[in-house]
């Protein structure tokens, strides 16, 4: 817990207190009103991969496809347990102490700040597919098409594009096909999203939200957080 003043920032509190320079992506603070938007849109998503595994069930006619269901479960499992932890989380915005001493415009009070800190570089990236969630160990010059060559080709074989989101919050959509294929090094702490291959709303919807949520993920397994002891006041 840190004592903070009104006007205390989250670049003074990198300088003043004890703590280590940390890795620029792999630093993070979370704003306090993005906490709950992000429970709510958690809730949302938990709910549209309910939808999606039953119906996915309903018309289910081989053990392949009743395996795609039991994978949406476990992308649902996982939205759980992100809705159980929401110190997890953090908002897509720089937070390490050379950007904001460069961006002042950037720097936050910390009595607007849930929390801050930092994450030590994992060993692994992790993949959602249709068989699931796994985080795959990390190799030094491991590319995109090494992690996706690792899973079975059932998995990922039914999407041309594939959506990479990094340590530091960014996602991009990269072209996996023969034709549009893009080579991609990959970093530790990054997430990859083969989209599901419905035509339905309610898919399109999970497609365009997952990248997001999981930008908003802390990019690591050993990560320091740090608390402002300054609440927000309270308004009418």
């Not at 620029?24 to 595994?53: D, I, N």
Request: glycine share 4%; with cysteine.
């Amino acid at each position: 817990m840190l004592s903070v003043s009104d006007n205390t920032t989250l670049r003074d509190a990198w300088l003043r207190a004890d703590i280590p320079s940390a890795i620029p992506a792999y630093s993070f603070y979370q704003r306090r009103v993005e906490h709950e938007e992000t429970k709510a849109t958690l809730e949302q998503l938990k709910e549209e991969l309910v939808v999606l595994s039953e119906e996915r069930i309903e018309r289910a006619t081989s053990a392949e496809a009743s395996q795609s269901a039991l994978g949406l479960r476990a992308w649902q499992q996982h939205v759980e347990y992100f809705l159980e932890t929401p110190d997890a989380s953090r908002s897509l915005a720089r937070a390490d102490v050379a950007y904001l001493v460069a961006h002042p415009r950037d720097n936050p009070t910390l009595s607007d700040i849930h929390h801050f800190g930092y994450c030590e570089p994992p060993d692994w990236v992790e993949l959602w597919h249709a068989g699931g969630v796994e985080k795959m160990a990390y190799q030094p010059d491991m590319t995109l098409g090494d992690a996706l060559e690792a899973l079975p080709a059932r998995d990922t074989n039914l999407s041309d594009y594939v959506t990479w989101v990094s340590p530091g919050g960014q996602y991009f959509r990269l072209g996996v096909a023969a034709w549009n294929h893009q080579q991609v090094d990959l970093v530790p702490g990054g997430r990859i999203v083969v989209p599901l291959s419905e035509s339905t709303p309610s898919a399109e919807w999970v497609n365009y939200t997952l990248p997001h949520i999981l930008a908003k993920r802390l990019p690591g397994s050993e990560c320091k957080r740090f608390m402002p002891t300054k609440p927000l006041a309270s308004s009418s």
